[in-house]
């Protein structure tokens, strides 16, 4: 069984810097990509990154390219989102999700298992 276990989000400005963490169970971790999707009120839950295996390749959402970083330390079981410059609309709950195999993907059903998320919110 694996499990996954979010840290990181709070309450910040616009503008501000986030840094969530997802922390994995299991020694099976580094045969997998990783990704991080995000669910706002009243929203369906959406992609927001994804990294492979190596963490060689990644794959960012339009409305958070060039703002958020996905890295992952396989030697420890974690992945990690970087996020700055956040705005309002990036309020959420953020998901931490392992995807299916070793290469990345940007839907839902392309993973298979979740943490519990970890809310951010982002207001003045």
């Known amino acids: 069984q694996v499990q996954l276990v979010e840290s990181g989000g709070g309450l910040v400005q616009p503008g501000d810097s986030l840094r969530l963490s997802c922390a994995a169970s299991g020694r099976t971790f580094s045969r997998y990509a990783m990704g991080w999707f995000r669910q706002a009120p009243g929203k369906e839950r959406e992609f927001v990154a994804a990294i492979s295996w190596s963490g060689g390749v990644t794959s960012y959402a339009d409305s958070v390219k060039g703002r958020f970083t996905i890295s992952r330390n396989n030697a420890r079981n974690t992945v990690s989102l970087q996020m700055n410059s956040l705005k309002p609309e990036d309020t959420a709950v953020y998901y931490c999700?392992?995807?299916?195999?070793?290469?990345?993907?940007?839907?839902?059903?392309?993973?298979?298992?979740w943490g519990q998320g970890t809310q951010v919110t982002v207001s003045s």
């Open positions: 999700a392992r995807a299916l195999s070793s290469q990345i993907g940007v839907r839902r059903e392309e993973y298979d298992y």
